[in-house]
């Protein structure tokens, strides 16, 4: 399959609605804080419930990706908390960039992406691996953006229990432990499909227009070290983790690979602004934003190389 050919299926649909978001963002002023709740608290927990729930990946897969999650996000905040202490960073700057770094768009743009590009395994594991960091983001990440605030990160970190994704993700393991999930033909389950559907194309609306809203201002020179960690460095982390691991299914180890490489999260710049004592004018909110934009736009490039590597054969 030529790059064109790879760029047309897998990632031009994905760029397509997200541009949508971003022309609504900046033509119509449109606030994507109502979307973002609908989002995080109805849509994406119906999307890892039944995700979850009718997954075919055996448990030794399911484990796999686990730990390949865990230890790609220990990997990459060790490397990016020492490497941001080398050049001399100090909070809240030092949080930012630690957070750009370690956590990758595996949403909003890693769903839908691992979707085009590997079928319904992909779309399983895109959502397995948001799920998981998810948990980490909301646990690690206020922790990592609260030390730049003026209270305790511990304290800040209670506010965590109410995300109901955390609690969608242990239920419906349970449930499957128990093997107490209803059919899939079932009403509720069917419900829940069409709540977890909607979520993919709301989420890449989410973030054109949240990236409609970025002020470029900061220059390459302060967000390119980062970005540079983000698209180059991460993807060889999560490519030694998959080979360590030794992924008996090939879908599943290429888009975990593919979900490493993916641009930095947008959930930082609302974790930076909520629990880092931070506001949009400020220098940390700003770095944060400006990374999600350019790391976004150049993942275009290397993401669409990375796709054809890895439906090649190339890699994995």
Do not use: C
């Amino acid at each position: 399959m030529s790059l064109f050919s790879i760029f047309a299926t897998a990632i031009l649909p994905v760029i397509a609605v997200a541009a949508a978001g971003y022309l609504l963002g900046r033509f119509e002023g449109v606030d994507p804080s109502a979307l973002n709740t609908v989002t995080v608290y109805v849509l994406a927990p119906a999307l890892v419930v039944h995700s979850f729930a009718t997954t075919p990946f055996p448990a030794s897969t399911l484990v796999r990706v686990t730990v390949a999650v865990v230890a790609f996000s220990a990997v990459m905040l060790l490397l990016s908390e020492g490497f941001g202490r080398l050049r001399g960073q100090t909070e809240p700057l030092l949080g930012a960039f630690v957070l750009v770094a370690a956590f990758p768009n595996v949403g909003n743009f890693g769903i839908p992406l691992s979707e085009f590009a590997f079928g319904p395994s992909g779309r399983s594991t895109a959502i397995l691996v948001t799920a998981l960091q998810g948990v980490l983001l909301y646990t690690v990440g206020v922790y990592i953006a609260a030390r730049g605030g003026d209270g305790s990160p511990l304290s800040s970190m209670k506010r965590v229990f109410s995300i109901p994704l955390i609690y969608a993700v242990v239920g419906t393991l349970a449930a499957r432990w128990l093997g107490v999930v209803p059919a899939q033909s079932t009403a509720a389950m069917q419900t829940i499909q069409m709540l977890g559907n909607a979520s993919i194309p709301v989420m890449l609306l989410i973030l054109g227009i949240r990236l409609s809203n970025v002020d470029a201002s900061e220059t390459m020179a302060r967000v390119g070290v980062a970005s540079g960690v983000k698209l180059l460095a991460a993807p060889l982390v999560g490519l030694a983790i998959a080979l360590a691991l030794g992924f008996e299914n090939a879908a599943v180890a290429r888009t975990f690979v593919l979900l490493t490489a993916g641009p930095t999260a947008v959930t930082p710049v609302i974790l930076v602004g909520a629990f880092g004592g931070d506001n949009d004018g400020s220098a940390a909110s700003q770095f944060v934003s400006t990374s999600v934009s350019v790391t976004t736009l150049a993942s275009v490039v290397t993401v669409t190389l990375l796709v054809a590597a890895l439906q090649s054969g190339l890699v994995l």
